[in-house]
């Protein structure tokens, strides 16, 4: 990620946060449910407490984006907890994509080409990131 897309990313995060976390989680993940049912499963404690959960994780990666390098133990047992969840690989593609949806949605106008493509590459970045991570914990299992 560029210097441009950290900035812009951190200052559409703050403009985000001004909604209210429990409508920003309702929204995502009904989008997500939407997209595909059987996630739903996945998910056996309260979804209230999943709401802010996400908001929380978004917030610390957002805040270290200059920092990655002191994000990756927590991005490996983020990846693992979810590996342990039921969240196969397959799965990241839905995530990613209600996430821009509900950035987008949340963001109205201020959601341009460029803020789209930052988020895109952000969230692939975590993505492949956690996905390797839950492939190592598969192999040393196994």
Not at 51 to 60: F, R, T
Not at 74 to 103: C, F, M, N, S
Not at 111 to 138: H, K, N, P, V
């Amino acid at each position: 990620m560029t210097d441009r897309q950290i900035l812009i990313l951190q200052d559409s995060w703050k403009q985000f946060l001004k909604t209210d976390s429990q409508l920003v989680g309702d929204v995502f993940y009904s989008r997500l449910f939407l997209l595909m049912p059987s996630l739903r499963h996945l998910f056996k404690n309260s979804m209230t407490d999943q709401y802010a959960k996400i908001v929380d994780m978004l917030s610390l990666i957002v805040s270290k984006l200059d920092k990655l390098d002191e994000l990756s133990e927590d991005i490996k047992q983020l990846a693992i907890r979810h590996e342990e969840y039921g969240v196969r690989p397959g799965h990241y593609k839905l995530v990613g994509d209600a996430l821009l949806w509900t950035l987008a949605k949340g963001l109205g106008k201020n959601w341009t080409e460029e803020l789209a493509q930052a988020w895109f590459i952000c969230y692939t970045f975590l993505a492949d990131t956690m996905i390797l991570a839950g492939g190592s914990t598969r192999k040393a299992i196994n």
